[in-house]
């Protein structure tokens, strides 16, 4: 099923369409794994999870078509028994590009739409990514909330939409 006709991507009701999401870039960086020694005993201070959403870059394409990506990540680290140092374990970045399109006086609307596609329709997608990412590599990640806390928007991205919003 093409995301073109998938209702529930589809945010028409509001003046605003969602013409296109699809993944763009993923990346999975590796550290080097402290050693067990370097650890201490205490199971819970061995690993850090965590995670991130950025709306990282916001074009208008032409009147009615805006071009919008988003960044996620999550992290598993390990800290060092010495000096509580964070080492990278494993990170896994995927990029996802989304193209929307506004339905007449609805301008207005992208102001809060971009970030709230980053906390539903696209982080269900990135949370069903890395399940299929952990069954086949082995890397468990403990199960992602069912929305992230926050979506940050980079410095860029909102200078942009503040200037949309001023034209």
Sequence with gaps: MSDKNHTADNCEDAGVSVELIQLSDLGIKYGTPVPEEELGSNEEAKFFHSFSVLLNNFEQIDKTDFF???????????????????????????????????????????????????????????????????????????????????????DEAKSKIEAMLIT
Aim: no cysteine; glycine share 4%; aromatic share 8%.
């Design 68 to 154: 919008v990506s988003y960044l996620f990540e999550v992290s598993k680290r390990t800290a060092r028994k010495n000096d509580d140092k964070e080492d990278p374990f494993i990170s896994i970045q995927a990029e996802y590009a989304a193209l929307l399109r506004v339905h007449g006086d609805a301008l207005s609307e992208m102001v809060d739409l971009p970030n709230r596609l980053a906390g539903t329709v696209i982080w269900t997608r990135f949370a069903s990514l890395l399940d299929t990412i952990n069954a086949q590599m082995g890397a468990p990640f403990p199960p992602l909330p069912i929305t992230p806390s926050a979506v940050g928007t980079s």
